[in-house]
């Protein structure tokens, strides 16, 4: 596995391989790794030549600074899993690396995908994902890229992406993960208490009850 720090280094070792017609897969993620990343992880392993990991926690998605300061920062952990998980690059840059001083995000017209719901209450939120995730796709230039169905609006959002920008990639989802309770794996369940485990494992399981109860 190879570790890059810097997009300079990645692009010019991606186009040794894409010169050897390497098909190149991408999972984005902003690391504290848990079982949903490594499934994405293996779903590319499968189809791809060879499988880059993004570890990069980005700012511009953020409307809270406590929410950002919050967030796991596990990297020596995220990269012993992708090791095990035979992973062959992870590119995990500085923020300077991938943002100019005093660059905004870009502004996208995603219409009511991301006005409603979570973008309703978290502001500019889904542009600063698509600012990033366009970054990503224009240096690494994959030919697929893997989203878990945990963050249903995000993959969403991520497919209007491609399609406006008219962006080479496919846009490839796996079913959510899950604790045993039902609770849906993410990287913030770790700054969750027993207790508040056990209450959101409530939202999956009415939903589950709905479903099985709904009338015909």
């Known amino acids: 596995m190879q570790i890059f720090k810097t997009t300079t280094d990645l692009k010019h070792f ?49 409307n809270n600074p406590e929410d950002l300061a919050n967030y796991p920062n596990t990297l020596d952990k995220d990269l012993s899993l992708l090791k095990k ?32 719901m979570e973008g309703e209450y978290r502001p500019e939120h889904f542009n600063g994902m698509a600012t990033i995730v366009e970054k990503f796709f224009r240096i690494i230039k994959p030919t ?27 846009i490839i989802s796996t079913p959510t993960i899950r604790e045993k309770s ?12 027993s207790t508040d485990k056990e209450n959101a494992s409530l939202i999956y399981n009415c939903l589950l009850y709905c479903r099985n109860n709904k009338t015909k």
């Open 85 to 116: 998980a035979n992973c062959d690059i992870v590119y995990a840059p500085k923020i300077s690396d991938l943002y100019i001083s005093g660059e905004m995000v870009k502004n996208y017209n995603f219409g009511d995908i991301a006005a409603l």
């Open 144 to 170: 697929k890229a893997f989203f878990g169905q945990k963050d249903l609006q995000q993959l969403q959002v991520v497919k209007a992406l491609v399609k406006q920008m008219k962006i080479p990639t496919e």
């Open 14 to 62: 991606l186009d040794n391989c894409r010169d050897n017609n390497k098909e190149i897969s991408l999972v984005p993620t902003m690391g504290g790794l848990h079982d949903g990343h490594l499934k994405l992880v293996d779903r590319a392993r499968e189809i791809s030549d060879i499988v880059v990991v993004s570890i990069f926690i980005n700012p511009t998605q953020f």
């Open 182 to 193: 039902g609770l849906a794996k993410s990287s913030r369940n770790k700054l969750l208490s």
